[in-house]
């Protein structure tokens, strides 16, 4: 039967409207900051005004002296409850408060704690330390000079070297490249950005004196996950601690790591007896806390005398930072870089990354991405559409000719991923269909003609999302399954409990759509609950695109599961074999007798009331699921730009947008998703950057200088879908949330160098503005 | 010092030091937290509230200067159980995820419809672009501000291909 002519229960392919829209647009969103409890006390922290400097001494006694201040926190009085450090996602230490050097500007000094946040902020700046500042290091190059100030001098280093890592066949790359017909090379810096959620980070520690249960309310896409790290950090036995993350204001990564405050609070309520509140503001929120990128890569692509990718060669530089805090799994210190192979059909390549601590802020998360996979798609994306300017063909057709063909999944990948499915050639097709591309390259040919600068920009990129399997995925050495417990009421309306958590996804519909459409429960009946570490099961949270293939699964063997009982009832009911029972959105009946159905609420209210001999009772159950692979979303963009030959401004005219994420839960929720996406690759291909002086003074600390797109500059977008589904997902679904900041960046850069190439411009680093748009033309000599 | 102000319609009045912004005496002094804290520097209009039917950025505003004025909140758009149309649209259009910028952004736009009941989409955009949005990318923003309007919607692109049912 075709979705369209089933009853509309909200299940899987509907674009119901979201629950959660209730609260929200009536202003009773509840996040973090609205959090108020009797007694409560407000903690601000004192940063580090240098990048690197030693701390002689800190005076707090005019800062505690301070009526309303209650208590200053500094690295000592930390020290003595070993909670000066705390470990990292990455494996690494990080300073909670400092105690011997300050590492990076914005860096944790210390914390006031009084009576009001005006209190705490004012006693703050009568905290005076005494300084000696440093050399600061500034970029990873000068980090692995010889001689460099080393910065992790409480580790006992020697050098800021952090890692070295490889992926890939050197001796097939090498040979790969000893016969290729053509070489063609791109070095790139995708330059340090920031999520920027709306909502910055904080938390309300609330610790009981007299039980001594930790509940903390606080901002973070991993609340199972910081559950456990608060009992291995702070040593708190486990059933003493809930977290409890509610409405979230956006998160894209920043909400991964655990961050000094959170500890600070928790510490705080804990010696105080009182809940503490902290919340950063956005200038604390762009200089201390996780940002992304900032990869130097170096790019080279062999090709035969056809024009076939037979070798990718590529080396990496990254900037982490002074602690090594990357949020991703334990293995993988760069993270899911090795699909830099992308879509391509390449037989051979070699990947070499090497990271190195600067005096900057740490974090190294995933921006909207899966690990890394950013930066990989950009590479190679930028990459091929080099390589299509070298030789004089086209970026469309280079890329048709080496991508992965649809009858070659699964598909493995010279980086070792095994691709799940994929129709790079039908997403491509769509795409410049859609576009009417051959109309424009001819527009373009006739406008170079007369001087005018128009570009067209071609990405077809391939994402890794949804991890696990747990085997070869964990984070500090959880598995990176997850959860879904369903209990279905004797009425027959459910509650979900889910190890995810939304920060804007719309998880209240999607999963309960799930349901509707695997039991027959209308999504309406429903209820979705997240983000209480007391009240739903474990799971290691959302991000990097995995709350649909692995949560989402979860839900699916979950309401699999209350099915088959279901179908046991039945058949009780029926007085049948269970083997002749039949199902359907919602309805059992016995084999040959369609006419006469139990729904599932008959059911549900059976397994409470009338269930067979030697069953237990209820309908209700949790799924962990651990995935087989992880699901590979792709797709096309391309983008369309005029470029003023005077000012260097960049006009995007078009952008269109294929995107196959196989089976879509929620339509309008998955557009949505791509158009945020676009929009912060926008950003990121022209306006963000978070970037230093020679000082290590943090340029890009307000949203004044830190330029996020509004509505004003922002493109219209046309969206389009392909349906290729995962084989191995239980719907059939991929994750989608990231494709496109992690596709468009490339689409948005290609079109721009696209417009210059004919002037022999082959690069312009990002942030794309316009001033350095003009510099590449004057450079090239293009003149108004 | 005393603030006296009607905030959605009800006359308020509490103690706040002179140096007290405005978005702190409404979500701290009085209550109401559907007014949020973005940036600190009237960059992203997550605070956005109507002053005498105005959009205002509260954050960088002092409550003193909120004395004897009109202030509505997010809390202000409905008519008790009725939804404001812009609330309805922002629904309907999916014009909103995590909800953070929702209130500013709503606000603006039934300010911008009072004052121009048909407005182009250019004027839209003009209008809520001191509000930043990191989640929809404003296409949905600005066909819920269509829509509250009573204006047609756009249709901007359509899928090539409808879901296909689960395979496993």
């Not at chain 1, 450090?85 to 400092?98: F, N, Y």
Request: aromatic fraction near 8%; charged fraction near 20%; hydrophobic fraction near 40%.
């Amino acid at each position: 039967m075709a979705i369209a002519e089933r009853p509309a229960i909200g299940g899987i392919g509907e674009s119901v409207l979201r629950k959660e829209d209730a609260r929200f647009i009536r202003g009773r969103g509840h996040y973090v900051d609205d959090i108020v409890l009797p007694n409560m006390l407000h903690m601000a922290i004192l940063r580090s005004p240098h990048a690197h400097a030693r701390i002689r001494s800190i005076d707090t006694a005019a800062a505690a002296a301070v009526p309303g201040v209650i208590a200053v926190v500094t690295g000592e009085l930390m020290a003595q409850h070993n909670l000066a450090w705390m470990p990292t996602l990455s494996g690494d230490t990080q300073a909670v408060l400092a105690t011997d050097k300050v590492r990076f500007q914005g860096q944790e000094v210390a914390c006031v704690v009084a009576e009001s946040k005006y209190i705490a902020e004012d006693a703050v700046g009568l905290i005076d330390v005494d300084y000696e500042p440093l050399q600061a290091v500034t970029t990873p190059q000068q980090a692995l000079d010889a001689g460099a100030p080393v910065i992790r001098d409480d580790k006992g280093a020697t050098d800021n070297h952090i890692y070295h890592w490889e992926a890939g066949d050197g001796p097939a790359t090498e040979a790969a490249f000893a016969r290729a017909a053509k070489v063609v090379s791109l070095s790139t810096h995708y330059p340090r950005c920031h999520p920027a959620p709306l909502e910055t980070c904080g938390c309300v520690a609330d610790v009981d004196s007299v039980t001594g249960k930790a509940t903390i309310h606080m901002t973070s896409q991993a609340p199972h996950a910081h559950r456990t790290l608060f009992a291995l950090v702070a040593g708190l036995p486990e059933q003493n601690i809930r977290i409890i993350s509610p409405d979230i204001g956006g998160g894209f990564g920043n909400k991964v790591p655990i961050y000094p405050g959170y500890v600070v609070a928790t510490a705080a309520s804990l010696l105080l007896g009182r809940p503490v509140k902290w919340v950063e503001d956005r200038t604390e929120n762009l200089i201390s806390t996780g940002f992304a990128r900032d990869y130097h890569m170096k790019g080279e692509l062999a090709l035969d005398a056809d024009n076939r990718f037979i070798g990718l060669r590529v080396g990496l530089l990254s900037d982490n930072g002074a602690f090594f805090s990357d949020a991703q799994p334990s293995k993988f210190k760069a993270g899911l870089f090795h699909i830099v192979t992308g879509s391509y059909d390449i037989p051979a390549a070699h990947v070499v990354g090497d990271g190195a601590y600067t005096n900057k802020a740490p974090g190294g998360v995933a921006y909207r991405c899966s690990f890394r996979v950013t930066e990989a798609s950009f590479l190679i994306e930028r990459l091929v559409d080099t390589a299509a300017h070298e030789l004089g063909v086209d970026a469309a057709e280079l890329r048709m000719r080496n991508f992965i063909q649809p009858e070659a999944f699964p598909y493995r990948s010279a980086t070792g991923f095994e691709y799940d499915s994929g129709d790079y050639p039908r997403a491509m097709q769509v795409a410049l269909e859609a576009l009417g591309y051959d109309e424009l390259r001819r527009e373009q040919a006739e406008k170079r003609t007369r001087g005018e600068l128009m570009g067209i920009g071609v990405a077809s990129f391939t994402e890794v999302v949804g991890a696990g399997k747990g085997r070869d995925y964990d984070i500090v050495g959880l598995r990176m399954f997850d959860s879904a417990e369903l209990r279905v009421h004797p009425t027959g309306k459910a509650v979900l409990k889910l190890g995810v958590k939304s920060q804007g996804q719309g998880h209240e519909t999607t999963f309960a759509q799930i349901v509707a459409e695997e039991l027959g429960i209308p999504a309406a009946d429903v209820a979705v609950e997240e983000g209480d570490t007391d009240n739903t099961p474990y799971g290691l949270g959302t991000y990097a695109s995995r709350s649909t293939p692995v949560g989402g699964a979860a839900t699916a063997m979950i309401a699999r599961k209350l099915r088959d009982k279901g179908r046991q009832i039945a058949a009780h009911l029926f007085e049948a074999d269970v083997a002749d029972i039949e199902f359907e959105r919602g309805r059992y009946w016995v084999k040959g007798s369609p006419g006469e159905v139990k729904t599932i609420q008959d059911v549900a209210f059976a397994a409470y009331s009338n269930i067979p001999e030697g069953m237990e009772a209820g309908l209700e159950g949790v799924h962990y699921y651990d995935p087989p692979n992880m699901t590979f979303p792709f797709g096309t963009y391309l983008v369309v730009v005029d470029v003023d030959r005077g000012t260097g401004v960049v006009k995007v005219r078009r952008v269109v947008a294929v995107d196959d994420c196989g089976v879509r839960i929620n339509p309008m929720i998955v557009e949505g998703q791509i158009h945020g996406g676009l929009t912060e690759g926008f950003g990121i291909a022209f306006m963000e950057l978070i970037t230093f002086d020679a000082e290590g003074n943090c340029i890009g600390s307000t949203f004044m200088d830190y330029l996020l797109p509004t509505a004003w500059e922002t493109p219209r977008f046309e969206t389009f879908t392909t349906v290729t589904p995962s084989p191995h997902h239980p719907l059939g679904a991929k994750g989608v949330g990231e494709s496109a900041t992690v596709g468009s960046p490339a689409a948005y850069v290609n079109a721009v160098v696209d417009a210059l190439a004919p002037y022999g411009v082959r690069n312009i680093d990002m942030p794309v503005t316009s001033d350095k748009v003009w510099a590449a033309m004057r450079g090239a000599g293009v003149t108004e | 010092m005393k603030v006296n102000l009607s905030l959605n319609g009800a006359q308020r009045s509490a103690e706040a030091e002179p140096r007290t912004l405005l978005v702190d005496f409404i979500r701290t002094t009085l209550g109401l937290t559907g007014t949020h804290i973005g940036c600190d520097t009237s960059s992203c209009g997550a605070c956005t509230v109507l002053l005498d039917g105005r959009p205002v950025k509260s954050c960088t505003l002092l409550a003193a200067q909120a004395d004897g004025h009109n202030v509505t909140t997010v809390e202000g758009l409905a008519d008790g159980a009725i939804l404001h149309p812009v609330q309805e649209a922002f629904h309907t259009e999916h014009g909103l995820q995590c909800g953070f910028c929702t209130p500013g952004m709503m606000l603006v736009g039934a300010a911008l419809l009072e004052r121009n009941p048909a407005p182009s989409e250019e004027e839209i955009r003009w209008a809520i672009s001191g509000n930043i949005c990191r989640c929809t990318g404003y296409m949905n923003i600005v066909k819920a501000i269509r829509r509250a309007a009573g204006l047609g919607v756009e249709v901007h692109s359509e899928p090539v291909s409808t879901p296909t049912a689960g395979v496993a």
